[in-house]
């Protein structure tokens, strides 16, 4: 994650910003952290790790007798709680759950409605996480039910082996619940 001055200078060379509008910017910028890690609002390295500890222990509980790859997710609330989330496959595969989404279904049965990052981990059966696991289509879906377009997914292999992307590059143009008002 980086700013794009690039961008930012081009915009400005094409257009007017008014005063609100730069006054805006420079108020993100200003969030801008000197270390060139993490923005004001984004999660610090230590929060990511914990996250990813967190998920690599909910996969410990995942039930995937069938497809032997499992799941284990984070979720970390506007709170500051954290739900653990695994994946429940069934012999009817259509009712399975994926990680993400038990613990999105946790956390809102909690009274949650904020959300602010998720951290994955996925693997076969008896290994350790090789590459990311990234979500399906369905719990992207679900993100974009609660979720704004910085929320931050964690997708990782260790606690220092991670990407993170925001939902709005997951879920692009996604469906939400401000089209039926
Ligand atoms: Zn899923």
């Known amino acids: ?13 094409v257009r007017h910003y008014d005063w609100l509008e730069v006054k805006q910017l420079l108020n993100s910028l200003s969030k801008w952290d000197k270390q060139g890690e993490t923005m004001g609002e984004r999660l610090q390295t230590e929060d990511v ?7 690599l222990g909910a996969r410990t509980k995942a039930y995937a007798p069938y497809s ?5 997710a984070a979720l970390l609330s506007g709170q500051g709680r954290v739900y653990p989330g695994c994946n429940v496959e069934n012999a009817s595969y ?22 602010r990052a998720i951290a994955i981990v996925g693997g076969l ?6 590459d990311y ?8 879906q679900v993100m974009q039910e609660f979720c704004g377009p910085d929320f931050e997914v964690i997708t990782a292999v260790s606690e220092d082996d991670y990407e993170i ?7 692009p ?6 089209k039926l008002k």
């Open 49 to 55: 790790k914990d996250l990813i500890r967190k998920a």
């Open 173 to 178: 143009w996604g469906f939400g619940g401000e």
């Open 1 to 13: 994650m980086c700013v794009d001055f690039e961008k930012i200078s081009a915009d400005i060379t």
């Open 125 to 130: 059966e008896g290994e350790e996480p090789k």
């Open 133 to 140: 696991a990234y979500p399906c289509g369905i719990c992207r």
């Open 68 to 72: 032997h790859y499992q799941v284990g």
């Open 165 to 171: 992307h925001p939902l709005k590059e997951m879920l």
């Open 94 to 115: 259509g009712a399975a759950i994926c990680a993400e989404r038990t613990a999105f279904v946790r956390a809102v049965q909690e009274g949650e409605r904020e959300f």
